[in-house]
T-cell receptor
């Protein structure tokens, strides 16, 4: 069965510094990978996805993520964090074939310090 | 409506009672998911509906949980004989049909906060 690991409970970063949120996955075969974000008192929103093609994908709000097949990782990055990026970030994976369940990680709380 | 609608937004119930949670997906979205979000537990998959296919119920935690989707649109999640450990936010999401990943993007509702006393 597919699964996602987000090893850090909370990521603290100073405003203006680079932000990285880590994600590793386990899936049978090739993956489809996603990041979703949950801002305070708001619903979950899609941020970006990797389906095929270029390993570096760009998403909303200046975020990007790099698919690394050999390391089974899909880390989320932003070159310069904003206070408004403080939120809960979820990584998700599903297999391209077979079981189509979309599995989410437990989430990472990102706190951007002014 | 323009988005996924869930009702009620909050539900407080007594242990042992049954509850029904409702989800109205975005029109035209054939895929519908239920997830449960608990503090420190992340998003736990419950059940997945895709068109007329048999639903994937493998995430339902016990036989007290069931869900149906009538007419390929509205879905109801039912929890019988609620327990305190059922307290969580129950999220519904819908998406367009999967076409090799194209258009694959879940739209989430605001959730139902369930509190079992």
């Amino acid at each position: 069965a597919q699964s996602v690991a987000q090893p850090e409970d909370q990521v603290n970063v100073a405003e203006g510094n680079p932000l990285t949120v880590k994600c590793t996955y386990s899936v049978s075969g090739n993956p489809y990978l996603f990041w979703y974000v949950q801002y305070p008192n708001r619903g979950l929103q899609f941020l970006l996805k990797y389906i095929t093609g270029d390993n570096l994908v760009k998403g909303s709000y200046g975020f990007e993520a790099e698919f690394n097949k050999s390391q089974t990782s899909f880390h989320l990055k932003k070159p310069s964090a904003l206070v408004s990026d403080s939120a809960l970030y979820f990584c998700a994976v599903r297999a391209t074939h077979g079981n189509n369940r979309l599995a989410f990680g437990k989430g990472n709380q990102v706190v951007v310090i002014p | 409506g323009a988005g996924v609608s869930q009702s009620p937004s909050n539900k407080v119930t007594e242990k042992g009672k049954d509850v029904e949670l409702r989800c109205d997906p975005i029109s035209g979205h054939t895929a519908l998911y239920w997830y449960r979000q608990s503090l420190g537990q992340g998003l736990e998959f419950l059940i997945y509906f895709q068109g007329n296919s048999a639903p994937d119920k493998s995430g339902l935690p016990s036989d007290r949980f069931s869900a149906e989707r009538t007419g390929g649109s509205v879905s109801t999640l039912t929890i019988q004989r609620t327990q305190q450990e059922d307290s969580a936010v129950y999220l519904c999401a819908s998406s367009l049909p999967r076409l090799r990943g194209r258009d694959e993007k879940l739209f989430f509702g605001s959730g139902t906060q369930l509190s079992v006393l």
